[in-house]
């Protein structure tokens, strides 16, 4: 039997994509969803594994070093803009 080479073939309807050799599927949308920005170094942090995370104004902000943390914690106002929702989770 032939060998497939072990590329990602998209899945229109889904969007998401299967490794035809693995069988193994990836749902870009769901990846997204459990990421959030760190507001301090707009890093990409994931929201199940973070260790480090702020309650600010009723909002959870999640951070990819204690030094973010501490930056945001000292001082809030300097990393949230007009644009703050984009800083805290992504849902």
Known sequence: MA????KLIPLAETGAYCDPVSGECVDPQE???SMAID???KMEVEIETAQ???EYQGQTYYFCAP???R???KE???YLS???HEHHEQR
């Open 82 to 84: 007009a644009d703050s």
């Open 67 to 69: 030094g973010c943390q």
């Open 3 to 6: 060998e497939f080479p072990s």
């Open 71 to 73: 930056a945001f914690e």
């Open 76 to 78: 809030p106002q300097k």
């Open 31 to 33: 990846q997204t969803m």
């Open 52 to 54: 480090f995370k702020s």
């Open 39 to 41: 507001p301090v170094c």
